[in-house]
């Protein structure tokens, strides 16, 4: 089972930028992709964006997809959201999960498991 552990959340006006960290305690981080999914209170937990073990290939939701950057530092077991251009829409609890899905990149909340305990983002003037 791997942990996860997000940070990095906050309070930010809209137009303003945070940087999402989650660190994994696993044996083979290399080997596994990883997801950032959102929820917001009343709503269900929605995709964000995916990247490959590799960091080579990554996909965004189109509600982020030009604002959102998804990257990993395999040497450090962390994967990492940039959140640029926050809209108050943005607002939620942010998850990242490792993709239990065998073969390429999911985008659904049951394609992922051992999901992180999430860090709250806050878009608000």
């Known amino acids: 089972q791997v942990q996860l552990v997000e940070s990095g959340g906050g309070l930010v006006q809209p137009g303003g930028s945070l940087t999402l960290s989650c660190a994994a305690s696993?044996?083979?981080?290399?080997?596994?992709?990883m997801g950032w999914f959102r929820q917001a209170p009343g709503t269900e937990r929605e995709f964000v964006a995916v990247?490959?073990?590799?960091?080579?290939?990554?996909h965004y939701s189109d509600s982020v997809r030009g604002r959102f950057t998804v990257s990993r530092h395999n040497r450090k077991d962390e994967v990492y959201l940039q959140l640029n251009n926050l809209k108050p829409e943005d607002t939620a609890v942010y998850y990242c999960a490792v993709q239990t899905l065998r073969y390429g990149l999911g985008n659904r909340p049951t394609d992922f498991g051992s999901w992180g305990q999430g860090t709250q983002v806050t878009v608000s003037s």
């Open positions: 990247i490959s073990r590799t960091g080579d290939s990554k």
């Open positions: 696993a044996r083979n981080f290399n080997d596994l992709v």
